[in-house]
């Protein structure tokens, strides 16, 4: 059984940081890209970063010199250190994981809400 558990977030003033962290159990981590997708009340929900086994990353626009991706393959952990947050970049993260280009599966989402 697939698991994918976020954790991290939470209310933070603009211009703070967060790091989120996705723990992820039941697949093989090492293959697997994983990703980071946020959804803003109203809103679609969208891409914000990705990193593939191999290690490479990219970015939203909108996030490109503030939001940074990164895997620990021994942890089963993908984390997003997220800075000089925005009032915009709230939203419900998700952490989803790609095994395959053929399967996919999503955590449950956390709240990060930025706000003085």
């Known amino acids: 059984q697939v698991q994918l558990v976020e954790s991290g977030g939470g209310l933070v003033q603009p211009g703070g940081s967060l790091r989120l962290s996705c723990a992820a159990s039941g697949i093989t981590f090492t293959g697997t890209t994983m990703s980071w997708y946020r959804q803003a009340p109203g809103k679609q929900r969208e891409l914000v970063a990705r990193?593939?086994?191999?290690?490479?990353?990219d970015y939203a626009d909108s996030v490109k010199g503030r939001f940074t991706i990164s895997r620990d393959n021994a942890k089963n952990t993908v984390y997003l250190q997220m800075n000089t947050l925005k009032p915009e970049d709230t939203a419900v993260y998700y952490c989803k994981a790609n095994p395959s280009p053929f399967s996919s599966y999503w955590g449950q989402g956390t709240q990060v809400t930025v706000s003085s």
């Open positions: 990193i593939t086994r191999s290690g490479s990353t």
